[in-house]
C-alpha cells in the first residue's frame, strides 16, 4: 500500500518547514486548525476516516511564549490535552503505522540536571509558568507508551529545543524569543528608536531552525522505533550573540539591556547524545537561520503572525 502522510498542524512554522523539506514521491496531507478543530473528537474522526493516513506527523498545538502561557494556564492545557487525545486515539483506531509527535525542551522538569537528558522527563514539576502546556504535552508520551504497549501501535516522540524560522508567530508578547525580538528590534528601526532588551544577555540557550527539525521528523518517521528522543541543534549561544545575529541581518545596532529585569535562567542545555549517535543530519548555524528568518520577516512584513 502507499504510504499516506498527515501532518496535523501543517500550517504552523514547523508543519511549513516539514512541507519544504518534503521527501520527493509523497502522498500528503497538510491541516490547519480551518480544516478541523482537533479538540473536536467527531471532527477528528470524520477527518481521519476520509484522508485514511498510514503515517501521522503531530505537530498541532496551542503554543505560545511566557506570557500566553501563564494568563492562559488552563486553556493551553484543556486545548492540549484534547487535540492529541483525539489524534493519538483517531490514528490508533484508523490503523496508522506510524505518529511521531513533537514535545518541547521547556517540558522539562524545572531544576532538572543539566544537560537534560531523556531519562528525565517526568522526575518533577515543570516550571511554574508553563505547567499546563508541559503537562499536556508530557501526557502524550505517556499515551504512546500506554497505545504501544497495549495496542501493538508505533507511536514516538522528539523532544527539540527552542525552535524559530519562517511562518513563526512574530508577536513581541506571545511569540518566543527569537520572533519576539525580530520584531521588536525591527519595530525600532522603523521609528528610528533604540530597543529595549530584558536582561544583560548572559543567558545561554539553544535554537534549532525549523528546517533542521523537519529534517528530524522525516528521518524519524521512517526510520526511528523507540523512546522520546532529545533534538536540535548543538550550538549553545547567549542571548547577547542572538540579538547580534539580528541586529546585523536587520542592519539595525540602536539596542540598550535594560540589566533591573532578569536574564532568565543561566543555561538549559539538552543532551542530544543518543540522537547524534543515530544519525548526522544537517545543522543550520543560528547566524545563517536567522538571517533567512529575517530576509522571511521582511519579505512578508506587514503579513506576518502576530
Ligand atoms: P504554530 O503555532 O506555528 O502552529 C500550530 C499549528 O497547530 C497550526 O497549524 C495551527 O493551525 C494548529 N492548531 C492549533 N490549534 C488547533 C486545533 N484546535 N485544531 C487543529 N489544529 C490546530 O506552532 P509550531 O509550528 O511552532 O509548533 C509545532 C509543534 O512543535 C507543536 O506541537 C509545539 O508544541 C512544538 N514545539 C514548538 C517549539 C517552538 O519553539 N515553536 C519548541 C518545541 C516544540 P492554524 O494555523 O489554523 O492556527
Not at 506510524?98 to 531544576?111: A, M, R
Request: aromatic content about 10%; overall charge negative; charged content about 20%.
Amino acid at each position: 500500500m502507499r504510504n499516506k502522510i498527515l501532518i496535523t498542524g501543517g500550517s504552523g512554522m514547523v508543519g511549513h518547514a516539514v512541507q519544504h523539506t518534503e521527501p520527493c514521491g509523497i502522498e500528503s496531507k497538510y491541516l490547519s486548525s480551518k480544516d478541523v478543530d482537533l479538540r473536536d473528537f467527531n471532527a477528528c474522526d470524520e477527518m481521519f476516516r476520509s484522508v485514511q493516513p498510514t503515517h501521522v506527523i503531530h505537530l498541532a498545538a496551542r503554543v505560545g511564549g511566557v506570557k500566553g502561557n501563564y494568563t492562559h494556564m488552563a486553556e493551553f492545557f484543556r486545548d492540549n490535552i484534547l487535540i492529541n487525545t483525539n489524534v493519538l486515539e483517531c490514528a490508533k483506531m484508523h490503523n496508522a503505522n506510524k505518529l511521531v509527535s513533537l514535545l518541547s525542551c521547556c517540558i522539562y522538569p524545572d531544576g532538572a540536571p543539566l544537560p537534560l537528558q531523556e531519562k528525565d522527563l517526568h522526575n518533577g514539576e515543570p516550571h511554574y509558568t508553563n505547567y499546563g502546556y508541559a503537562y499536556a504535552k508530557r501526557m502524550i508520551e505517556v499515551q504512546s507508551r500506554a497505545y504501544n504497549q497495549q495496542y501493538g501501535t508505533n507511536f514516538i516522540c522528539l523532544i527539540p529545543t527552542n525552535i524559530f524560522g519562517k511562518h513563526d508567530n512574530f508577536d513581541i508578547e506571545n511569540g518566543h524569543v527569537i520572533p519576539a525580538l525580530i520584531r521588536k528590534i525591527h519595530a525600532a528601526k522603523l521609528k528610528n528608536e533604540t530597543a529595549i532588551i530584558w536582561g544583560d544577555g548572559s543567558a545561554l540557550r539553544e535554537f534549532t531552525y525549523a528546517d533542521d527539525v523537519a529534517l528530524a521528523l522525516w528521518w524519524a518517521l521512517f526510520n526511528y522505533d523507540g523512546e522520546p528522543i532529545n533534538i536540535g541543534s548543538n550550538e549553545e549561544v547567549s542571548i547577547k550573540y542572538l540579538v547580534e545575529c539580528i541586529c546585523e541581518s536587520l542592519d539595525y545596532y540602536k539596542i540598550e539591556w535594560d540589566i533591573s529585569k532578569l536574564s532568565g535562567q543561566a543555561r538549559k542545555p539538552i543532551d542530544k547524545s543518543k540522537f547524534a549517535q543515530l544519525t548526522s543530519l544537517p545543522s543550520t548555524s543560528l547566524k545563517d537561520g536567522v538571517s533567512k528568518t529575517v530576509a522571511w520577516y521582511l519579505d512578508n512584513f506587514p503579513n506576518v503572525r502576530a
